[in-house]
């Protein structure tokens, strides 16, 4: 067994890879025609496992994948968003590599106890964490896939070994770039344990049943069908889910926090930092559910918050001990307070740090707040009677899967 972070992990023994479907609310494989844009996830639904699972907080993309891989939640990993302010430097930061890390990962023990690694990621932004402290093995994004070194990535001519060019970012293909890589890597036996980490364009874009969803996660389906016809145990998780955040009228619908409390308590009296923002600004716009809010005045936290509990479209706020301490984040990292949107509403900072220009007509979806905790959590292989006692006994995290997938399988 193979110690990580306080849990205990068996070496594959076949082939396994654990999926993460980016964005893939439990909406999109239950909507009336889901069996049949799903014909192989929902047969490992049926004859292998299935249940619901709670992504860490807040929900994005940065603390639950490296969640998955350090099987920890990010109080022990130390990421808690894309996007952060360092209150030594007074710095904002977006996370593009490794530095902010406190753990080691389940791949990397892996590949020190002679494991034959790959983690293949949608967004090059997640690369850096997923390969932190891996020794040897393969670890590439499908965004720079062209430019792939042995010394870097572990693997060179990726794009020869998949058959086609790196796709462009806004494209679905990043996704499944990623997983016909994991397929070659399954063929050709060089690897027993693989993590995929897909992109979450289309969700962004298209609810359960739009054809263009339906499109794009059947041919999903027939690569995470392939995955397993090859073999392998195959574990498909989310980061989160996703959510429309619009006004009866199709427009978005935003709570501007920064804007309000500005107006309210005097000029640059707070600063509202959004977690969710990444390179791929197209996708949201840097607008989720989720905001940490700093104080820049001599003011009360308590006067503050009250005034931004009361906006309309703001469901929840909490000072950042009881946020850190309430759903595992790491106090060092946390703001003067956090604001959580409800359902259907994004919290931003001011109009002119956010482009909405890029959505080209779609509906704002999105997410990061409590609304889109909920994701799936599927194995390919029935469970043994200690796991399917334990699914019993609580309620899953999506940290939990590399453990199911490597413990539990029957």
């Known amino acids: 067994m193979i110690e990580v972070n306080g849990r205990a992990y068996a070496k594959p023994k076949r082939p396994t890879v654990v999926v993460c479907l980016d964005g893939c609310d439990p909406r999109y494989l239950n909507f009336e025609n889901a069996a049949n844009v799903f014909t192989n996830i929902s047969r490992m639904m049926r004859d292998g496992f299935s249940t ?11 603390p639950n994948n490296v969640s998955i891989v350090t099987g920890a939640p990010p109080a022990v990993h130390g990421i808690s968003g894309n996007y952060y302010l360092d209150r030594a430097t007074g710095k904002e930061i977006m996370i593009v590599d490794a530095s902010p890390m406190r753990a080691t990962t389940i791949l990397a023990e892996m590949s020190r106890a002679g494991v034959r690694v790959a983690a293949i990621t949608a967004k090059d932004k997640l690369r850096k964490m997923l390969g932190h402290q891996m020794k040897g093995g393969i670890c590439f994004s499908s ?24 796709p462009d970012m806004y494209s679905p293909d990043l996704s499944l770039f990623v997983l016909d890589a994991g397929i070659k890597l399954l063929e050709q036996d060089r690897a027993d344990l693989l993590y995929l980490s897909l992109s979450d364009l289309v969700q962004h874009a298209h ?22 016809g090859l073999g392998a145990v195959v574990g498909l998780i989310a980061d989160h889910g996703m959510n429309e955040k619009t006004n009866e009228d199709g427009t978005p619908r935003v709570v501007f926090l920064e804007e309000e409390l500005n107006r309210r308590f005097g000029p640059n009296a707070v ?13 949201h716009g840097a607008l989720g559910s989720f905001v940490r809010i700093y104080l820049r ?17 703001i469901a929840l706020v909490l000072d950042g001990k009881s946020a850190a301490g309430r759903y595992q984040m790491p106090l060092d990292r ?6 959580i949107g409800d359902t259907h509403t994004v919290v931003g900072s001011s109009r ?4 909405l220009t890029g959505l080209n007509g779609h509906r704002l979806r999105s997410h990061g707040g409590l609304s889109e905790q909920i994701v799936p959590f599927i194995l390919s292989h029935p469970m043994n009677e200690t796991y399917r006692d334990l699914a019993e006994a609580r309620r899953l995290r999506n940290f939990d899967i590399f453990d199911f997938a490597l413990n539990g399988v029957q």
Do not use: Q, W, Y
């Open 334 to 339: 946390e703001g003067d307070f956090v604001a």
């Open 143 to 166: 965004e720079r896939a062209g430019s792939a070194t042995l010394a870097e990535n572990g693997i060179e001519n990726v794009e020869a070994l998949v058959g086609r060019p790196t």
């Open 52 to 62: 619901l699972a709670d992504a860490a907080m807040p929900t994005f993309t940065n």
């Open 352 to 355: 002119a740090e956010h482009d």
């Open 271 to 283: 600063r509202v930092i959004c977690p969710i923002t990444d390179p791929f600004v197209k996708h």
């Open 207 to 228: 609810g359960p049943g739009d054809s263009e969803a339906d499109a794009f996660h059947s041919a999903v389906d027939a690569k995470v069908g392939r995955l397993a």
């Open 297 to 313: 005045a001599k003011l009360e936290l308590a006067d503050v918050m009250e005034v931004a509990a009361a906006i309309p479209g």
